[in-house]
């Protein structure tokens, strides 16, 4: 599973979530210098310095512009600074990511029209921290490639015993950067611990699923009881795709409940630190299909926290509110589309049977390959009152015709023909496809995006209530 580290964009686009600006001190005198020069800087009058404190830029200092030549200096003196990530820059939105607190001196040099490119002079720390970024980047680079190389020798067991011992290798080139740079730094080598997740092809051990190795070892180098996580935004990044995937390795919205609490209840001593890894697992949860742990996740957060953005709130609040009406236990949205032959037919029409409501596409592939196997269920359940309810997400009807009659898919079938614009996509909340929901005679929702012997025991269940 690929691991990422590029934080700073996601950073710029969340500072103006979070970050409340407020007034600042000007140049306190101080044991901590940090100075540098720019150009192009004749709309600016002063540059800010912010720190990272779990989900937010909390301002430190402003200095004022001097002007000489066209070079624009600033100067800032301030007193002993806590180890962390800091940004500077003219506001949030427009910062450099540098760490403060392990130097006496940090100078920087750019320009005000491109101030995130900012170059960091003389700084070990930081120049360390640009080395590792580079590495880890042409690790991950590898590594994908070795991914892409495994799935297409799925056939050929003389090239996978090939690949496996170069990703040994890349676990080894991991850890040693790892090891190394907490050697140099006791702060980096912490936040590279964020991202040192050992491939599962090489670790696997005693599990039995990847998704359960996964789980246990993303974070196996991180303590975050440790209060330097808080000033660290690899915490927030890292969290999301840690919630994203673990709704997408077949694992019971309870089991990924049972890893993010963990997370959490081990963060709790450290405010800013619980607060980013609550915020980093609604942002990943956000973009799975089942919005379950979204809507607990998310609950938890608005009513934790009173100073996110009036703006974020009202989006995560509509997020809610409509994944709520989809979650298990409520009642189906009503879905009215035309049929193939031109009439209409309703989801409620198939009121008092069992039925997947299946959305998918004649262009799409995982669709098309899942489409055999829904037809065996099918065929096995139907005449004891199961049926199948198709919506498709094309745009050409011949097409859509075509495919059904290709797959021999005989249930109903219904379709608007505007693709990702379909008003019953929409409604449910589909941004992928294949996407099914299981509802009972009621039309309840029983379940979501179940696949084989999972799907198959649901059904039967549904089928004997």
């Known amino acids: 599973m690929k691991r990422i580290f590029l934080y700073l964009p996601f950073l710029l686009l969340f500072a103006s979530i979070t970050c409340a600006d407020r007034t600042m001190s000007s140049e306190p005198a101080g044991k901590i210098q940090i100075k540098g020069n720019l150009v192009g800087c004749a709309n600016t009058d002063s540059i800010r310095l912010y720190q990272w404190m779990g989900v937010e830029m909390q301002p430190v200092a402003a200095s004022g512009l001097k002007e000489k030549k066209g070079i624009y200096n600033y100067n800032f003196k301030i007193d002993e600074l806590p180890t962390g990530f800091y940004f500077i820059g003219t506001s949030p939105q427009i910062a450099r990511p540098i760490i ?10 750019g320009k005000c029209d491109s101030i995130p490119q900012m170059k960091v002079l003389k700084s070990p720390v930081n120049q360390l921290h640009d080395k590792i970024v580079g590495e880890n980047a042409q690790i991950n680079q590898e590594f994908s490639t070795l991914m892409r190389q495994m799935r297409g020798a799925a056939r050929n067991p003389k090239l996978k015993d090939q690949l496996m011992p170069k990703f040994a290798d890349l676990d080894a080139r991991r850890m040693k950067l790892y090891n190394e740079t907490k050697a140099k730094s006791p702060f980096l080598g912490k936040m590279v611990g964020l991202y040192t997740y050992l491939n599962f092809l090489t670790n696997q051990g005693d599990y039995k699923t990847e998704g359960e190795y996964f789980a246990d070892n993303y974070f196996q180098f991180a303590d975050l009881a440790d209060p330097d996580y808080a000033r660290m935004p690899t915490l927030l990044q890292q969290m999301q795709p840690y919630a994203q995937t673990l709704a997408q390795v077949g694992m019971t919205v309870e089991k990924q409940s049972e890893y993010i609490d963990k997370l959490l209840h081990t963060s709790e001593a450290n405010p ?101 196997k829904v037809v065996k269920m099918y065929n096995k359940y139907k005449k004891q009152g199961f049926e199948v309810f198709g919506v498709s997400l094309d745009g050409n009807k ?4 075509k495919a059904i009659e290709k797959d021999q898919l005989t249930w109903t079938h219904v379709s608007d023909l505007k693709k990702w614009q379909s008003a019953a996509a929409q409604l449910y909340g589909v941004k992928s496809i294949p996407q099914t929901f299981l509802l009972d005679k009621e039309g309840k929702i029983l379940a979501k995006n179940l696949k084989g012997p999972a799907l198959e025991q649901k059904i039967q269940e549904a089928l004997k209530n």
């Open 100 to 109: 403060l607190g392990t130097e006496a001196k940090v100078e920087l040099r």
């Open 272 to 372: 800013a630190t619980y607060k980013s890894v609550l915020l980093g697992t609604v942002l990943g949860y956000s973009k799975s299909k089942d919005k379950t742990n979204f809507v607990k996740y998310g609950g938890q957060l608005l009513s934790r926290y009173t100073d996110l953005h009036p703006n974020f709130v009202a989006q995560v609040e509509q997020q809610i509110q409509q994944a709520s009406k989809l979650m298990v236990g409520a009642e189906a949205p009503e879905i009215t589309q035309a049929t193939p032959d031109g009439k209409s037919s309703s989801l409620s029409d198939l009121r008092g049977k069992v039925v997947l409501l299946d959305f998918w596409a004649s262009w799409c592939g995982p669709c098309r390959r899942d489409n055999p």
């Open 398 to 401: 011949d097409r859509w015709l």
